[in-house]
């Protein structure tokens, strides 16, 4: 049993080495949850290596490209949270939300996995956003 463990802990050590060397960042935890007009996004990073900041993009369900909504400083491994104000302007109500993950020289970059978070927006406030994004 204590062979089986210390082989479990070497794999789990070789697989985070191998995310760490590609991009330079460890994220164990990249999630989304529903903050009634907006969507929360909070991850967890274990190692930030030469990381200068995060990129948050997002795309709507009927897109096939994602677009920057926000951009947080990488501070030293710690929990960031994001919150997207702006999903009850859409007419979609499922987003795919990812992170790219830049460099503090800026010549190279990753992305994480992408995550789908379904927002429980009001009428009211998914008509009031509408309407103002006809004018301007």
Known sequence: ?????????????????????????????????DGGN?????????VEVSLDHYEIERKLE??????????????????YEFIDKSVF??????????????DKDGSSSTYGKVITVKPNISGIKHTWGSLKA???
């Open 38 to 46: 907006k969507v929360i996004l909070i991850w967890q990073s274990i």
């Open 89 to 102: 302007k859409q007419n979609s109500h499922t987003f795919n939300y990812r992170l790219k993950l830049v």
């Open 1 to 33: 049993m204590k062979n089986k463990l210390t082989l479990y802990f070497i794999l789990i050590y070789i697989l985070l080495f191998v995310n760490f060397l590609s991009s330079g960042a460890v994220i164990p935890k990249f999630e989304g949850r």
């Open 134 to 136: 006809m004018f301007r």
């Open 62 to 79: 009927n897109q096939t490209d994602f677009i920057k909504i926000g951009t947080v400083n990488a501070n030293g491994p710690k929990t």
